[in-house]
């Protein structure tokens, strides 16, 4: 009685040998090709990892507008002037302001509050909005000069509310009415 043997490999004779096994009906070539292939997929595209690269920060928060208005005086209401010049930042705002109307608003009966002595003045971005900062004291102003200033600055930059300080003192929180 002859041992009995477990799978086709004993039966047909390959015993598991490669040259003996499925991979010799492929040929030499095919072979070749199968090795490649697979120390191809072993090896990868041969990019070797990096750290990641950081760049600059996204800009965020609100697009200042690119064709701003004053807020001026007419008949003793705030009316808002746009003016062609293009982006105006806060300092020009405040300089602006300070300096009036040109001839031509002049002559349409415009006015401003703001006293000359309000520029130079400083505007950064704060939690809550913007912080102001002007040369002559904000408890001098009158209400419709805080409205220039303030509707003009919230028309460029929308981000919520002012904070006027000046000359020792302020006012915080200060809207567009």
């Given at each position: 009685m002859r041992p009995e043997t477990v799978g086709a490999a004993w039966d047909n004779g390959n015993r598991g040998t490669p040259w003996r096994g499925p991979l010799r009906e492929l040929g030499r070539k095919a072979r070749v090709l199968a090795l490649l292939t697979?120390?191809?997929?072993?090896?990868?595209?041969g990019i070797r990892p990096t750290e990641p690269i950081t760049g600059l920060q996204a800009?965020?928060?609100?697009?200042e507008n690119a064709s701003p208005s004053l807020y001026w005086l007419f008949e003793g209401k705030i009316i808002a002037v746009t003016r062609p010049q293009g982006s105006l930042s806060g300092f020009d705002v405040i300089a602006l302001l300070a300096?009036?109307?040109?001839?031509?608003?002049?002559?349409?009966?415009?006015?401003?509050?703001?006293?000359f002595d309000a520029a130079p003045a400083t505007v950064d971005r704060v939690a809550n909005g913007l912080d102001v900062r002007i040369s002559t004291d904000v408890s001098l102003l009158s209400t419709a000069a805080?409205?220039?200033i303030v509707c003009t600055l919230l028309g460029i930059q929308a981000v919520g509310t002012v904070n006027l300080r000046g000359g020792g003192h302020s006012l915080e929180f200060q809207k567009c009415a």
């Amino acid at each position: 009685m002859r041992p009995e043997t477990v799978g086709a490999a004993w039966d047909n004779g390959n015993r598991g040998t490669p040259w003996r096994g499925p991979l010799r009906e492929l040929g030499r070539k095919a072979r070749v090709l199968a090795l490649l292939t697979a120390l191809t997929l072993l090896t990868a595209c041969g990019i070797r990892p990096t750290e990641p690269i950081t760049g600059l920060q996204a800009p965020s928060g609100p697009v200042e507008n690119a064709s701003p208005s004053l807020y001026w005086l007419f008949e003793g209401k705030i009316i808002a002037v746009t003016r062609p010049q293009g982006s105006l930042s806060g300092f020009d705002v405040i300089a602006l302001l300070a300096q009036g109307p040109n001839n031509a608003e002049r002559a349409r009966g415009l006015s401003t509050e703001v006293p000359f002595d309000a520029a130079p003045a400083t505007v950064d971005r704060v939690a809550n909005g913007l912080d102001v900062r002007i040369s002559t004291d904000v408890s001098l102003l009158s209400t419709a000069a805080v409205q220039q200033i303030v509707c003009t600055l919230l028309g460029i930059q929308a981000v919520g509310t002012v904070n006027l300080r000046g000359g020792g003192h302020s006012l915080e929180f200060q809207k567009c009415a």
